[in-house]
T-cell receptor
């Protein structure tokens, strides 16, 4: 069931360090995975995606790793900047396009 | 570039009242999705429409209904509002919706609904 007032896991990193945010998914039939960034009061913003036939994909300063064996997804952010502070969600989808979001992680970048 | 537009941005209602949330997708996008996000929670899928037909349904209460119009905008109608309906409601849009193709969903800024 749902938890009310759930505290989000928090990751604190120093500016310039690399960040790694992890996500576990449950649906082995999911074939498409996305990472979203959500700033306070705003809608989720697409960061990077990966399909199930891949295990790694790189973007600008971000890398997504997919381990289907253990149903694990991670987002790596290189040289973390203050503007990266936000809540990060992984999302998955299988048949159809509705997104199932995982629990968000609050990333705090310390100067 | 044009983004997804949602209105109103903020809405305050009393219990048992009704509310209508509107979503205007990115031009040429034919698919809209509605998500509900409670405080400190992840977004939960409610319902989606493709070419004005319901394409998928999630955890949407029977008190809620939605539709997509000929201009592709969508409205989420919420009746007999309860305190627990207080949340951020996001609309997202994308091009096409099929089992084979996953197209990026672009999210709007959300409507914050507060039920007193």
């Amino acid at each position: 069931g749902e938890s009310v007032g759930l505290h989000l896991p928090t990751l604190s990193v120093q500016e310039g360090d690399n960040s790694i945010i992890n996500c576990a998914y449950s649906n082995s039939a999911s074939d498409y995975f996305i990472w979203y960034k959500q700033e306070s009061g705003k809608g989720p913003q697409f960061i990077i995606d990966i399909r199930s036939n891949m295990d790694k994909r790189q973007g600008q300063r971000v890398t997504v790793l997919l381990n289907k064996t253990v149903k694990h997804l991670s987002l790596q952010i290189a040289a973390t900047q203050p503007g990266d502070s936000a809540v990060y969600f992984c999302a998955e989808t299988g048949g159809g396009n509705k997104l199932t979001f995982g629990t968000g992680t609050q990333l705090k970048v310390e100067l | 570039a044009a983004g997804v537009i949602q209105s109103p941005r903020h809405l305050i209602k009393e219990k048992r009242e009704t509310a209508t949330l509107k979503c205007y997708p990115i031009p040429r996008h034919d698919t809209v999705y509605w998500y509900q996000q409670g405080p400190g929670q992840d977004p939960q899928f409610l319902i989606s429409f493709y070419e004005k037909m319901q394409s998928d349904k999630g955890s949407i209460p029977d008190r809620f209904s939605a539709q997509q119009f000929s201009d592709y905008h969508s409205e989420l109608n919420m009746s007999s509002l309860e305190l627990g309906d207080s949340a951020l409601y996001f609309c997202a849009s994308s091009l096409g919706a099929s089992l084979e193709v996953h197209n990026e969903q672009f999210f709007g800024p959300g409507t914050r609904l507060t039920v007193l």
